[in-house]
């Protein structure tokens, strides 16, 4: 949560427009998209204005697809220009709008008109690394934020669980463990969550070999938890010996090649530049079934 406030000077064509995913941590966008319109939205994120604000531009509907022929080429024209489709959210003092971290949306044109808004997220994978302010909370909002902590470590316990039902390839409780981190997920949402266990392991493997540090910015994002994915942070990742961490990753493995390709590819609109991850195609192969088998038939 943060408060989002005016700058000192005018500032045009504001953040350029985006959609909050990140391929090479997250899936590609066919799956995220599948997966929310089968199991709604594993993370959101909100403003609340306290003036008047018109700042936000979206596009609506753009969380459930891919970008369209013309807003690729709005986007690789000017990311910063109105694209086809693009509608002011036009709030009120005291108003919320919430909406998807996939949708394609702007901070547009900053200007010195006083802005204060509240801009949140919530998230299925509640994680708060820092609770010192709950002192200064009201009964009633301590409890909130008591229940949610309890959460946390609960799905982090899940999420240790169902990687070591990988390590002993268990595929029994592989199955369960997903039923506990998301009670009634759907076939897409298991991919989904398959997909983020990769990226799971993936840091693990990455925090227990220091030989694999190859860039602060791998470094960073593994160590640092992440609110959109099971990405628990440095402290999780001790929860596994290094030789777990290798046998993890090669049960992993198969399926983190599947999702990239030979070549590097790009796709404006993401928080991104060019990689090897998709940014939107999801492979033939790559689903929760395919993932089991891949370790159940190997030595």
Same mark, same amino acid.
């Given at each position: 949560?943060?408060?989002?406030?005016?700058?000192?000077?005018?500032?045009?064509?504001?953040?350029? =427009?985006?959609?909050?995913?990140?391929?090479?941590?997250?899936?590609?966008?066919?799956?995220?998209?599948?997966?929310?319109?089968?199991?709604?939205?594993?993370?959101?994120? =909100?403003?609340?204005?306290?003036?008047?604000?018109?700042?936000?531009?979206?596009?609506?509907?753009?969380?459930?697809?891919?970008?369209?022929?013309?807003?690729?080429?709005?986007?690789?024209?000017?990311?910063?220009?109105?694209?086809?489709?693009?509608?002011?959210?036009?709030?009120?003092?005291?108003?919320?709008?919430?909406?998807?971290?996939?949708?394609?949306?702007?901070?547009?044109?900053?200007?010195?008109?006083?802005?204060?808004?509240?801009?949140?997220?919530?998230?299925?994978?509640?994680?708060?690394?820092?609770?010192?302010?709950?002192?200064?909370?009201?009964?009633?909002?301590?409890?909130?934020?008591?229940?949610?902590?309890?959460?946390?470590?609960?799905?982090?316990?899940?999420?240790?669980?169902?990687?070591?039902?990988?390590?002993?390839?268990?595929?029994?409780?592989?199955?369960?463990?997903?039923?506990?981190?998301?009670?009634?997920?759907?076939?897409?949402?298991?991919?989904?969550?398959?997909?983020?266990?990769?990226?799971?392991?993936?840091?693990?493997?990455?925090?227990?070999?220091?030989?694999?540090?190859?860039?602060?910015?791998?470094?960073?994002?593994?160590?640092?938890?992440?609110?959109?994915?099971?990405?628990?942070?440095?402290?999780?990742?001790?929860?596994?010996?290094?030789?777990?961490?290798?046998?993890? =990753?090669?049960?992993?493995?198969?399926?983190?090649?599947?999702?990239?390709?030979?070549?590097?590819?790009?796709?404006?609109?993401?928080?991104?530049?060019?990689?090897?991850?998709?940014?939107?195609?999801?492979?033939?192969?790559?689903?929760?079934?395919?993932?089991?088998?891949?370790?159940?038939?190997?030595?």
């Amino acid at each position: 949560m943060m408060m989002m406030c005016n700058p000192v000077r005018d500032w045009p064509g504001g953040t350029g =427009w985006h959609r909050d995913v990140y391929p090479a941590d997250m899936a590609p966008m066919d799956a995220l998209a599948s997966d929310f319109t089968e199991n709604g939205p594993k993370y959101v994120q =909100w403003n609340v204005p306290l003036y008047d604000d018109s700042v936000l531009w979206v596009v609506p509907g753009s969380h459930r697809r891919r970008n369209t022929e013309q807003e690729t080429a709005d986007l690789l024209d000017d990311i910063k220009k109105p694209i086809v489709g693009g509608t002011p959210v036009e709030l009120n003092a005291g108003d919320g709008v919430i909406y998807s971290n996939f949708l394609l949306h702007t901070g547009s044109n900053y200007t010195t008109k006083k802005r204060r808004t509240i801009h949140g997220g919530h998230t299925v994978f509640a994680y708060y690394d820092e609770l010192g302010f709950t002192g200064n909370l009201s009964p009633w909002a301590l409890q909130r934020f008591e229940d949610s902590s309890r959460q946390s470590e609960r799905l982090k316990d899940n999420t240790e669980n169902i990687l070591r039902a990988v390590i002993g390839k268990d595929a029994i409780a592989y199955r369960a463990e997903l039923e506990s981190i998301q009670p009634g997920v759907g076939p897409n949402g298991k991919t989904a969550l398959t997909i983020y266990l990769s990226k799971a392991a993936r840091n693990i493997r990455i925090l227990k070999d220091p030989d694999l540090y190859v860039s602060v910015s791998r470094r960073k994002r593994a160590m640092s938890p992440n609110p959109t994915n099971l990405n628990w942070g440095s402290e999780f990742a001790d929860r596994f010996t290094p030789e777990e961490s290798e046998i993890l =990753w090669d049960r992993f493995e198969t399926l983190d090649t599947a999702l990239q390709d030979d070549m590097e590819m790009y796709e404006p609109g993401f928080r991104t530049g060019p990689m090897y991850y998709y940014f939107n195609e999801l492979p033939d192969g790559v689903d929760t079934e395919s993932f089991i088998e891949s370790w159940e038939s190997r030595g």
